[in-house]
C-alpha cells in the first residue's frame, strides 16, 4: 500500500531529513577517518562488517526511527511502512516501472464497468502461525478500515466502496462492496470507476483470527500495534522503540526464504549514519543525502558500494494565484525562467539532484520530456514581464498600477535546503526587478498558513511522488478550499479535465498520452516554481550482494528483499 | 512537620490547576495542529476534515481544556497523535530510560564534584584549584553533541571499546544480569559526557559555597582553638556549605527525568527528550500537556524536597 499513498511522506520528513540532512552538524570523524582508511585498507580483509558476531545471517539496515505503527491501517510514515511491507503481503504489489503485479493475489479480473475487482487468492500462503491465508482474512482487513471508529489514514482506500456509507455511518453489519466468494476468491465493487483504485490493493493483509475484533471495537486492533503477524517474508520478533527492530526470515515464504535468517532495522541518524558504517553495525544504511561532502566521506570507505536513484519527492515554490499580480501566467513564467535553478542544484547537492519540470517521476511510464525546461534566461523573464506590463520603478522594483511586485516567502526553520536558497533566489529576482523576503516559522504554523488560512504569496514545500501518476487531491480545482491541497488556488478548465480523464481511462497507453498532456499544462501553466529532485543514495556494505533498490522499489519489495545474499 | 508537608502537597493542587490552564493555552495558541504536520494528499480534505472533528479540534478551547482536565484527573492523559497509542502506553519507557542514565550521571557527579570542590575551596588558587577552574569553563562551555562526537570516534570507531550507539545490542536479546552489562557498556560514553556536564557546574557550585563558610569568623574561631584542619573542613565548614548544595539537589529531581535531546541523538538513547521536542513539532497536544504537567509535578516536589532538606541540615530553619 505504500504505493497509492507514497505521496504521503510528510514534508516534515522530506524536508527536515533528507534536505536539512548533512547540514545539521559537523561529522568530524568520518572525514577524517575515511582519509585514513584508504592507506590502511585494501578493502575485503578489513571489512568491519565482516567481524560483527552473527554477520554471516544477519542483515543490519539502517533506516530512520520507526513510531511504532506497525499495522497496515495506521502507519503513516515511510519507515513504519517498511515493517509493515516486511511483515504483511498485500494482494498486489507494482514492479520496477511501478506497474500492479500479483502478491497474495494469483490474479485479478475486472468487470467491463470497471466497478467490480475480483481476486483470486494463492492457495499456499500461511500465516507465521501457520493458518492459511483466505478471503475472509482480505474481508475482515478492509472491513476493518470501514469501521464507524477507526482513526487511521487509510480511509480513501475503502471511502468509494459500495456500503462504505452504510456501514461506516449506520448499522450495516458487512460492508456490501466486499464479497467473499469462496475461501480463494474475493470480490469489491466501487462506487466510482477509477483506474487509480487498482492501487487500494496493495493494502496488507491482516488474520482475522489474530486481530479479530467486534464491529466497533477498534482499541482491541490498535492495541496489538506493536506487535503486527503476517504471512510476509519476515516474522516480526522485537521492537525497542527509538533503537531498532529485529525480524526473523520467513522460510515457508511462499515466494521462497530469504537468503539470510536474522534481519534489524537499526535506527539512525545524520550524526550516525557514518560512523555505523564506517565501523560495520549497519549493512545497508538507506537514505543518505546525496551531497557532495557525503560522498567524499563515503569515497573514504572502500568496502561500500553507492546505489543511487532519483528521489521520488520535489520540492517547489508554490505560487498563490488568488493574488492577481500572481494570476498571470507570463508573471509565473518569469519567476521561474529568472531564478537559476541548476546552480541552486549545484550550490546545495553538488549536483546529485535535477530541476525538475513536472510533478511526475522521470521513471514513471506517464512521463514525458517534451516540456519546456525553463533554463535560467533573465533576459526572456525581463521580456515577460515587460509584455505583461509590469515596469521597473524608481527603487527598482517594476510595479504596475500602482503594485509593486514584490513578495513575502512563506517557508520553514530547520532546513539548510531554505537556507541556502533565499540568498539566491533574492539576488536573481532582484535582477529581474522582483524583490522577495523570507518569513520564516515552524512547520506546523507554516502548513497552517498555507492550507488553511491561504494566506500567503509565495511558500515552498515537498511533495513525495506516487507510482500512479495521478495527482486529482493536488491540483484538481475541486481541491481549492479551505484545508484542501490545492492551496495555491490553480483553476485550470484543461487540467481538471485531463486530471479527471486520467482517473477514469484504464488503458495504460490512452493514460499515457492523458498525462502527457497534461504534463504540458502545468508546465505552461506553473502553479508552481518545481525546484529540484534531488538523488536518493541507499550505501552497502560490498557483502551484501544483489541489492538493487530503484524509485519504485523500495528496500522492502519482495524484488530487493529476497534477492539479498550476504557473504 | 508532618502538617508541613500535608500543607504543602495541598498547595501543589491549586498551583498545579492553573501552571495546566497556562500550558494548555500557550499550546493552543501556537498556529497549526497534528493533522498540519502530516500532509497526506491520498486523504480527501473531507476526511481530513472528519478526523479533526473527532479529535475535537472544532471545540472551543476551554471546553477542550476541560475535557482534557476531567480526563487526566481519572488518569486518562488522551492518545498520542503521534504515536496513535495511549500516552501512558508511549511514555513510560522513555522516561525510564532517560532517567537510568541520568541517575548515574548524578550519582557520579555528585561524589566526585563535592569533593574537588572542597579541595578547590580548601587551596584556593593553587594548581588544583586552576586546574579544576579550568576544567569546569571547558566542561561547561563544550557543545554536548561535538563532545559525544570525538567519543564515539575516539573509543567506538577506532577502539573497539565501547558501543557506538543505543542502549543495547540489537539482536543480541540479552536477559538478566547479561542485559544489565550490555545496557551498562552503552552507557559508559553517554554518561561521560553528561557527567563532565554536570560536574562542572556542581564543581563551581561546592567551591563558592565552601568559599563562603571557610572564610566567616566560627571557621577562624576552631582554627584558634587548635581543632585539627580535617576537623576544621569536614565538620566544621562543610555541614554549612551543604545548605546551597541542597537547593541544587531539589533541582535535580525534575532533571533526572528530563531528556537531553542533542545527546540522545548522538547516542541513540530511547530517552525522553527527542519524544518532547517532536511531540511539539507534531502538535501532539496529548503528548505535550501529560509531559509538561509532569516535568511541572517534578519541579514542585523538587521544590518541596529542598525545603524539607534546608530543615534538616539548617537548625536555623524551623517549618512549623
Known amino acids: 500500500m505504500k504505493r497509492k499513498l507514497s505521496l504521503i511522506l510528510s514534508l516534515v520528513l522530506v524536508l527536515t531529513l533528507v534536505m536539512t540532512g548533512c547540514g545539521k552538524s559537523e561529522e568530524p570523524k568520518p572525514a577524517n577517518g575515511g582519509d585514513e582508511k584508504t592507506e590502511e585498507s585494501a578493502g575485503d580483509a578489513n571489512n568491519p562488517a565482516k567481524g560483527r558476531d552473527g554477520a554471516e545471517d544477519t542483515l543490519v539496515i539502517g533506516t530512520h526511527e520507526t513510531k511504532g505503527e506497525f499495522l497496515p491501517g495506521y502507519y503513516s510514515e515511510t519507515y513504519d511502512g517498511y515493517v509493515v511491507d516486511l511483515v504483511f503481503d498485500g494482494l498486489i504489489t507494482n514492479d520496477k516501472e511501478g506497474n500492479p503485479i500479483p502478491l497474495a493475489a494469483k490474479d485479478w479480473e475486472v468487470s467491463d464497468d470497471h466497478l467490480t475487482y475480483t481476486f483470486n487468492l494463492r492457495d499456499d500462503i500461511k500465516f507465521s502461525d501457520g493458518e492459511p491465508l483466505t478471503a475472509e482474512d482480505v474481508e475482515f482487513t478492509y472491513t476493518f478500515i470501514c469501521d464507524p471508529n477507526y482513526d487511521g489514514p487509510r480511509t480513501s482506500a475503502v471511502a468509494d466502496l459500495e456500503g462504505y456509507e452504510e456501514y461506516n455511518k449506520g448499522d450495516a453489519e458487512k460492508v456490501s462492496g466486499i464479497e467473499v466468494i469462496d475461501d480463494h476468491t474475493i470480490a469489491f465493487k466501487f462506487t466510482k470507476a477509477l483506474s487509480t483504485n487498482i492501487w487500494n490493493f496493495g493494502h496488507g493483509i491482516m488474520p482475522k483470527h489474530v486481530y479479530e475484533f467486534e464491529k466497533g471495537d477498534i482499541d482491541a486492533i490498535k492495541a496489538k500495534m506493536t506487535e503486527p503477524m503476517g504471512s510476509g517474508p519476515f516474522i516480526f520478533e522485537k521492537y525497542e522503540p527509538k533503537q531498532y527492530v529485529e525480524f526473523k526470515a520467513n522460510e515457508d515464504y511462499f515466494l521462497g526464504s530469504p537468503k539470510f535468517s536474522k534481519l534489524i532495522l537499526k535506527f539512525t541518524n545524520v550524526e550516525t549514519q557514518f560512523s555505523e558504517l564506517e565501523k560495520g553495525t549497519v549493512d545497508i544504511q538507506l537514505s543518505v543525502a546525496a551531497k557532495g561532502e557525503n560522498k567524499e566521506i563515503l569515497d573514504g570507505m572502500d568496502f561500500v558500494n553507492i546505489v543511487e536513484y532519483p528521489e521520488n519527492s520535489y520540492g517547489y515554490i508554490g505560487f498563490n494565484m488568488r493574488d492577481p499580480r500572481l494570476a498571470d501566467k507570463r508573471v509565473r513564467q518569469a519567476l521561474t525562467y529568472g531564478f537559476n535553478r541548476d546552480q541552486f542544484a549545484e550550490v546545495y547537492y553538488q549536483g546529485f539532484a535535477q530541476t525538475c519540470n513536472v510533478p511526475i517521476s522521470q521513471v514513471s511510464w506517464a512521463y514525458t520530456d517534451e516540456i519546456n525546461e525553463y533554463k535560467y534566461d533573465p533576459d526572456k523573464a525581463m521580456k515577460l514581464l515587460d509584455e505583461a506590463g509590469w515596469k521597473v520603478g524608481k527603487d527598482g522594483i517594476r510595479e504596475k498600477d500602482g503594485k509593486k511586485l514584490e513578495f513575502v516567502w512563506s517557508t520553514h526553520t530547520d532546513s539548510k535546503y531554505v537556507e541556502t536558497m533565499i540568498p539566491m533566489l533574492k539576488s536573481d529576482w532582484e535582477k529581474i526587478g522582483v524583490k522577495v523576503e523570507a518569513d520564516i516559522m515552524e512547520f506546523a504554523a507554516l502548513s497552517e498558513k498555507v492550507y488553511e488560512k491561504q494566506e500567503f504569496d509565495l511558500y515552498n514545500m515537498a511533495w513525495s511522488l506516487s507510482v500512479d501518476p495521478d495527482a486529482y487531491e493536488i491540483f484538481h480545482s475541486s481541491q481549492d478550499q479551505k484545508g484542501g491541497y490545492n492551496s495555491v488556488g490553480f483553476k485550470n478548465e484543461e487540467n481538471d479535465k485531463l486530471l479527471e480523464q486520467g482517473r477514469e481511462e484504464f488503458d495504460q497507453e490512452k493514460r499515457a498520452e492523458i498525462y502527457k498532456k497534461w504534463s504540458q499544462v502545468i508546465n505552461e501553466e506553473l502553479p508552481y516554481m518545481f525546484l529540484t529532485q534531488a538523488n536518493r543514495w541507499d550505501v552497502a556494505n560490498k557483502r551484501v550482494k544483489n541489492f538493487e533498490t530503484s524509485p519504485f522499489q523500495d528496500i522492502q519489495d519482495r524484488d530487493v528483499i529476497l534477492n539479498i545474499e550476504l557473504e | ?320
Open chain 2, 1 to 320: 512537620m508532618f502538617k508541613y508537608i500535608v500543607r504543602r502537597i495541598l498547595n501543589l493542587i491549586p498551583v498545579l490547576l492553573i501552571i495546566s490552564i497556562l500550558i494548555f493555552g500557550i499550546i493552543k495558541m501556537a498556529p497549526g495542529d497534528p493533522l498540519s504536520t502530516r500532509l497526506d494528499p491520498t486523504s480527501t480534505a473531507e476526511q481530513r476534515a472528519a478526523e479533526r472533528e473527532k479529535l475535537g479540534l472544532n471545540d472551543p478551547v476551554p471546553l477542550q481544556y476541560w475535557k482534557w482536565l476531567t480526563k487526566s484527573i481519572r488518569g486518562d492523559f488522551g492518545e498520542s497523535t503521534m504515536y496513535r497509542r495511549p500516552v501512558k502506553d508511549v511514555v513510560p519507557k522513555f522516561i525510564w530510560n532517560t532517567f537510568l542514565l541520568n541517575v548515574v550521571v548524578y550519582i557520579i557527579a555528585f561524589l566526585i564534584s563535592i569533593p574537588i570542590g572542597i579541595v578547590c575551596a580548601v587551596k584556593q588558587y593553587s594548581k588544583t584549584d586552576n586546574f579544576w577552574t579550568v576544567f569546569s569553563i571547558i566542561g561547561i562551555s563544550m557543545p554536548s553533541f561535538f563532545f559525544g562526537l570525538l567519543l564515539i570516534y575516539f573509543f567506538s570507531v577506532k577502539q573497539n571499546w565501547f558501543p557506538i550507539n543505543g542502549m543495547v545490542t540489537p539482536g543480541k536479546n540479552a536477559v538478566g544480569w547479561a542485559r544489565v552489562t550490555d545496557i551498562l557498556h552503552h552507557m559508559v560514553l553517554p554518561a561521560i559526557v553528561l557527567t563532565i556536564g554536570s560536574m562542572a557546574s556542581l564543581v563551581r557550585y561546592t567551591r563558592t559555597s565552601m568559599l563562603e563558610v571557610i572564610n566567616q569568623d566560627y571557621i577562624r574561631t576552631a582554627r584558634s582553638k587548635g581543632l585539627k584542619e580535617k576537623v576544621v573542613i569536614y565538620k566544621h565548614a562543610f555541614r554549612n556549605a551543604l545548605i546551597p548544595i541542597v537547593t541544587i539537589i531539589g533541582f535535580t529531581i525534575p532533571g533526572l527525568f528530563s531528556g537531553a535531546v542533542i545527546l540522545e541523538t548522538v547516542f541513540v538513547w530511547p530517552g525522553i527528550g527527542n519524544v518532547m521536542m517532536e511531540s511539539i513539532t507534531a502538535r501532539d497536544y496529548n503528548m505535550m500537556m501529560a509531559l509538561n504537567m509532569f516535568f511541572a509535578l517534578l519541579t514542585l516536589l523538587g521544590n518541596l524536597l529542598a525545603d524539607i532538606g534546608y530543615a534538616l541540615v539548617d537548625p536555623r530553619i524551623k517549618v512549623d
